[in-house]
């Protein structure tokens, strides 16, 4: 029976039933595998190698050696178990249990939320920071997409670029209602994506469409570099916890925060230039609306 089309929590049992017929080294990455689950799921065959000390080559072999067609499809199988155990009400539930725990709650949310951006200062790429400030600043009209949860950073860089002179095209919608707004795209723009924990089927369309008309593409994600990173020409890897907790959005929007701040520094003269010209705008509003009381 071909692993890759059966039930997504057969994955430990497909192990154990093969695991007297592994080599010593794929022993070594059953092992880990069946230990880290939760973030084995959302590496790289070459992040596994690389934990393992061994080759990447070694990995590919062990997932063909379970039925696999290769690593890729061994990993899709891991996620969809992961995500189906990992449920939106269980991470939350986990989150309360372990603030209750805490007693204050307020502070056991502020220590990991210094925690996450103590992390980030190690973490975060510059490269890829300044890639995406040049990106930003050349292109002159920029899509940004974030269904769901990341809404709230879709409206914040809208606002703030519009603000800045630039033109911005939010896609806060899945399915059709996106589609339209696509029929604009092209070379010359920009695609500043925004996806955590789970490739949704408009993601992928908003992505493959972007390749296919030459637009380029920044990624700000957590756990999803890894597996559609070849889609990005900038990865901003933004890691906001253990992916089974309920997440933070403090990481993804410190790093919009400086993204917007250094296109301000680099651009000064301009940026002042269009916020005097909204405050110009809101005097007059201020004025008008006084001569009707």
Same mark, same amino acid.
């Given at each position: 029976?071909?692993?890759?089309?059966?039930?997504?929590?057969? @994955?430990?049992?497909? +192990?154990?039933?093969?695991?007297?017929? $592994?080599?010593?080294?794929?022993?070594?990455?059953?092992?880990?595998?069946?230990?880290?689950?939760?973030?084995?799921?959302?590496?790289?065959?070459?992040?596994?190698?690389?934990?393992?000390?061994?080759?990447?080559?070694?990995?590919?072999?062990?997932?063909?050696?379970?039925?696999?067609? /290769?690593?890729?499809?061994?990993?899709? #199988?891991?996620?969809?178990?992961?995500?189906?155990?990992?449920?939106?009400?269980?991470?939350?539930?986990?989150?309360?249990?372990?603030?209750?725990?805490?007693?204050?709650? @307020?502070?056991?949310?502020? #220590?990991?939320?210094?925690?996450?951006?103590?992390? &980030?200062?190690?973490?975060?790429?510059?490269?890829?920071?300044?890639?995406?400030?040049?990106?930003?600043?050349?292109?002159?009209?920029?899509?940004?997409?974030?269904?769901?949860?990341?809404?709230? %950073? #879709?409206?914040?860089?809208?606002?703030?670029?519009?603000?800045?002179?630039?033109? #911005?095209?939010?896609?806060?919608?899945? /399915?059709?209602?996106?589609?339209?707004?696509?029929?604009?795209?092209?070379?010359?723009?920009?695609?500043?994506?925004? /996806?955590?924990?789970?490739?949704?089927?408009?993601?992928?369309?908003?992505?493959?469409?972007?390749?296919?008309? /030459?637009?380029?593409?920044?990624?700000?994600?957590?756990?999803?570099?890894? +597996?559609?990173?070849?889609?990005?020409?900038?990865?901003?890897?933004?890691?906001?916890?253990?992916?089974?907790?309920?997440?933070?959005?403090?990481?993804?929007?410190?790093? +919009?925060?400086?993204?917007?701040?250094?296109?301000?520094?680099?651009?000064?003269?301009?940026? &002042?230039?269009?916020?005097?010209? %909204?405050?110009?705008?809101?005097?007059? $509003?201020?004025?008008?609306?006084?001569?009707?009381?």
């Amino acid at each position: 029976m071909n692993p890759e089309n059966q039930s997504p929590v057969s @994955f430990s049992q497909l +192990i154990s039933e093969r695991y007297s017929t $592994l080599t010593k080294s794929e022993k070594r990455i059953a092992d880990f595998l069946r230990k880290n689950q939760e973030e084995a799921a959302f590496l790289s065959a070459g992040e596994v190698a690389g934990r393992l000390g061994l080759s990447e080559a070694t990995i590919v072999r062990f997932a063909r050696t379970l039925g696999f067609a /290769g690593y890729p499809s061994m990993r899709v #199988v891991l996620q969809e178990a992961f995500r189906r155990r990992v449920t939106h009400s269980a991470r939350l539930r986990g989150r309360l249990d372990e603030l209750r725990e805490a007693g204050d709650i @307020f502070e056991k949310v502020t #220590v990991s939320e210094i925690d996450y951006l103590t992390q &980030a200062l190690q973490t975060i790429d510059r490269e890829a920071l300044r890639k995406t400030v040049a990106y930003l600043i050349e292109r002159e009209r920029i899509f940004v997409f974030g269904p769901g949860p990341s809404v709230s %950073l #879709v409206h914040m860089l809208n606002l703030r670029l519009t603000r800045f002179g630039k033109n #911005v095209i939010p896609l806060t919608l899945t /399915g059709r209602e996106t589609l339209e707004p696509l029929l604009l795209m092209t070379d010359r723009d920009l695609l500043f994506a925004i /996806g955590f924990f789970d490739v949704n089927p408009t993601l992928q369309i908003v992505l493959d469409h972007a390749q296919e008309t /030459g637009c380029p593409v920044v990624l700000l994600t957590d756990t999803l570099g890894s +597996i559609i990173g070849d889609k990005a020409d900038v990865i901003l890897t933004a890691r906001r916890g253990p992916v089974s907790a309920f997440h933070s959005l403090v990481v993804p929007m410190t790093i +919009i925060n400086t993204l917007l701040l250094e296109i301000a520094n680099q651009k000064l003269d301009a940026v &002042a230039s269009n916020l005097d010209r %909204l405050d110009q705008l809101r005097d007059r $509003l201020k004025k008008t609306n006084g001569s009707h009381t």
